[in-house]
């Protein structure tokens, strides 16, 4: 267990409407990620973040922005959700020297 | 980008049995990880291996760094092995950047 938390762990929305996706960790590590698991693709990187306020895109970044107002907590936004992105989205962080990743428990995405 | 890819996609297996999955990548990486997805969508961290061999129990992986793949093995399998394997490597070259590469997984079913 890497300390990492995810809220919500389901959700369900209509389209078009914004939704934010919270990853929480207790142990203040610098490198965080949201990627999406889709059937037939893996985990795909969304952002990433190196640090507070440092963030950067990822493979799959159209229709997501992050914030990282704070070490322990990175955002990951829906601006305005569409049914492309009913996902299941994963939380991880870069632990140790090797950075190696450990990942949150996930969140449940369905956009009607 | 570097190209991941696992095989076989699927694989089934009776309990006891032993199995070999594999991760091929397209250039040279510093960095490999292997995952296991349990059916309840939980990833799970079972090697950080970017070279040489590793052993945890009836698991075991080997990377050959120089040729561009890795192995899982699998001995007496049980049905607790059942899920999804993912192999991941770093996405780029670039000092500082660790983001991950996931391969589409093998899925493995162990019937008793």
């Known amino acids: 267990d890497a300390g990492i938390t995810q809220s919500p762990r389901h959700k369900v929305t209509e389209t078009g409407t914004p939704v934010t996706l919270r990853c929480h960790q207790t142990?203040?590590?610098?490198?965080m990620y949201w990627y999406r698991q889709d059937p037939g693709h893996g985990l795909r990187l969304i952002h990433y973040?190196?640090?507070?306020?440092?963030?950067d895109k990822g493979e799959v970044s159209d229709g997501y922005s992050v914030s990282r107002s704070k070490t322990e907590d990175f955002l990951l936004t829906l601006e305005s959700a569409t049914s492309s992105q009913t996902s299941v989205y994963f939380c991880?962080?870069?632990?140790?020297?090797?950075?190696?990743?450990?990942f949150g428990p996930g969140t449940r995405l369905t956009v009607l | 980008g570097i190209q991941v890819e696992q095989s076989p996609p699927d694989l089934i297996l009776q309990e006891g049995a032993n199995s070999t999955l594999r991760c091929n990548f397209s250039?040279?990486?510093?960095?490999l990880q292997w995952f296991h997805q349990n059916p309840w969508g939980q990833l799970i961290n079972l090697f950080y291996?970017?070279?040489g061999t590793k052993q945890n129990g009836r698991l075991s992986a080997t990377t050959v760094a120089t040729e561009r793949y890795s192995l899982l093995y699998i001995s007496s399998s049980q049905t607790t092995d059942s899920g999804v394997y993912f192999c991941?490597?770093?996405?780029?070259?670039?000092?500082?950047?660790?983001?991950?590469?996931f391969g589409k997984g093998t899925k493995l079913s162990v019937i008793p």
């Open positions: 142990e203040n590590h610098r490198y």
């Open positions: 250039d040279s990486v510093n960095n």
């Open positions: 291996i970017p070279s």
């Open positions: 991880a962080i870069s632990v140790g020297r090797n950075n190696e990743q450990f």
């Open positions: 973040s190196y640090g507070v306020k440092d963030t």
């Open positions: 991941a490597v770093p996405s780029s070259k670039r000092a500082g950047s660790y983001q991950l590469t």
